[in-house]
């Protein structure tokens, strides 16, 4: 009854930039935290970035930071969350999710679950 629909994914050259998209629809009340995770194969999914329904954003603290690399947004009234990424490394290269969590109001009840995308990928090779 809820999906996340996630775009712009694809093959990039090392320095060059994507954006990733990502659409929440269906029995939505409200979207609070959005955010994107990647994931390589063999390795857990790590947070990329995240966003609260304020616009205060998190990003990935490790030895590789993407902030200042990345950029995520989003649009409330889309309910829709951006990941601008730029200046790309092949370390990079993932599957990258897009994750919500989102209140529903169903059986009288307001009820809020946490959703993942399908997952897009990410490829940065030259």
């Known amino acids: 009854q809820v999906q996340l629909v996630e775009s712009g994914g694809g093959l990039v050259q090392p320095g060059g930039s994507l954006r990733l998209s990502c659409a929440a629809s269906?029995?939505?009340?409200?979207?609070?935290?959005m955010g994107w995770y990647r994931q390589v194969p063999g390795e857990q999914r790590e947070l990329v970035a995240s966003i609260t329904s304020a616009g205060s954003t998190r990003y990935a603290d490790d030895a590789d930071p993407v902030k200042g690399r990345f950029t995520i947004s989003r649009d409330n009234a889309k309910n829709t969350v951006l990941l601008q990424m730029n200046s790309l490394k092949p370390e990079d290269t993932a599957v990258y999710y897009c994750?919500?969590?989102?209140?529903?109001?169903?059986?009288?009840?307001?009820?809020?679950?946490?959703?993942w995308g399908q997952g897009t990928q990410v490829t940065v090779s030259s």
């Open positions: 994750n919500a969590d989102i209140q529903s109001y169903r059986n009288g009840a307001y009820v809020t679950n946490k959703y």
């Open positions: 269906g029995r939505i009340f409200r979207v609070n935290a």
